[in-house]
C-alpha cells in the first residue's frame, strides 16, 4: 500500500463514518476536565489531538509520533487546528519512552502502525529508521492538571517508567491502550503494566464498554484502588495469554482477517 493511499484509509478510520474508537472520542469530553495539558503519544496523524483541540480552550496539546512519515502529516494538521482555535501546538518526532538515547524504529509505510519492534502478525513490510527518544517527564508542568493518551503499540510500560513526575504529581490521567502483543523486545506484557499501575496505586477501567482496549487510569491517594483491577484483569491477562501462548499461526490468521475486514470497510467509503 503507499503512503497516500495508507493516508486516506487512516482519515477515514480517524475521522469518517465507521471511526474507530467512535465511543472513546464520545466519551473524551469527560476525560479532558479540568484538563490544561493534553499529551498525545503515538498521535498518528493526530486524531486525539484534534478532537482535544475541539473541546479546550487556551490549553497547550502536545502531539509525539516517532514514524517519520506520520510525523510530517501530523505536524502539517498540528498547524492548521492551531490557527483554528485558542490552544497551543506542538508536534514532536520522537518515540516516548524511559530513554533518551536514539533508538531503531520499525515503521511499516501503511496503515499499520509501527513501534520499537516488528509484530510479524500484523505486517512482513517494516523498515528501520533511527527516532530520538524522550521521557514524559520531559513534558511535565507541576500542578498542571493533565490527560495523557498512550498508544504505542505494546511498549506502554516504557512510556509509564519514564512518567515518575507524573505518576508522583497526582494530577495527571492517562488514557492507555493495552496491546496483546505486549513488549516482545523487553518480555513484559499486559500483566506487568497492570502490575505496575496498582503499585503505584492508580485506578484503572475501561473507557467503554463495547471497545476492550482503551483503559482510563487515574491517581486515587488514600482510596483502594482493588475493584478496578479485578474487574479488568480477567480481559488484560488473557491478552497477556493469547499473546505469549496462543500459536502463531492462529494469531497470524485472526490479524489477516483484521486487516481484510479493515481494507473492505475503507474500500466501501
Known amino acids: 500500500m503507499e503512503l497516500q493511499e495508507a493516508f486516506e484509509h487512516l482519515y477515514s478510520t480517524y475521522f469518517g463514518e465507521n471511526q474507530h474508537e467512535r465511543e472513546e472520542i464520545e466519551n473524551f469530553p469527560t476525560l479532558l476536565r479540568d484538563c490544561r495539558l493534553f499529551i498525545d503519544v503515538g498521535a498518528s496523524l493526530g486524531m486525539y489531538t484534534y478532537y482535544a483541540n475541539q473541546h479546550l480552550e487556551n490549553a497547550k496539546i502536545i502531539a509525539?509520533?516517532?514514524?517519520p512519515?506520520?510525523?510530517e502529516e501530523l505536524k502539517k494538521n498540528c498547524a492548521k487546528w492551531e490557527a483554528e482555535g485558542?490552544?497551543?501546538i506542538i508536534a514532536v518526532h520522537a518515540a516516548m519512552s524511559d530513554e533518551r538515547t536514539p533508538i531503531r524504529f520499525y515503521k511499516t509505510g501503511s496503515q499499520i502502525s509501527g513501534g520499537f519492534f516488528p509484530v510479524n502478525e500484523r505486517s512482513d513490510a517494516y523498515s528501520e529508521v533511527q527516532v530520538d527518544q524522550v521521557l514524559l517527564d520531559d513534558f511535565y508542568e507541576e500542578g498542571?492538571?493533565?490527560l495523557v493518551k498512550i498508544d504505542v503499540e505494546g511498549a506502554e510500560l516504557r512510556v509509564?517508567?519514564?512518567a515518575?513526575?507524573?505518576l508522583a504529581g497526582a494530577t495527571?490521567?492517562?488514557?492507555i491502550e493495552m496491546h496483546w502483543w505486549g513488549d516482545r523486545d523487553r518480555n513484559t506484557t499486559t500483566a506487568d503494566v497492570l502490575r505496575f499501575l496498582y503499585k503505584k496505586n492508580f485506578s484503572i477501567q475501561k473507557t467503554v464498554r463495547v471497545h476492550t482496549s482503551n483503559y482510563h487510569v487515574e491517581p486515587a491517594p488514600g482510596a483502594s484502588v482493588l475493584p478496578?483491577?479485578?474487574r479488568v484483569a480477567p480481559l488484560l491477562l488473557a491478552k497477556a495469554f493469547y499473546g505469549k501462548y496462543v500459536p502463531k499461526r492462529i494469531r497470524n490468521l485472526r490479524e489477516q482477517f483484521l486487516n481484510h475486514r479493515r481494507r473492505r470497510k475503507h474500500a466501501r467509503h
Open 64 to 67: 509525539v509520533e516517532a514514524d
Open 69 to 71: 512519515d506520520r510525523y
Open 86 to 88: 485558542t490552544n497551543k
Open 144 to 146: 498542571v492538571p493533565t
Open 160 to 162: 509509564l517508567q519514564g
Open 164 to 166: 515518575n513526575r507524573h
Open 172 to 175: 495527571t490521567r492517562f488514557l
Open 228 to 230: 478496578g483491577y479485578v
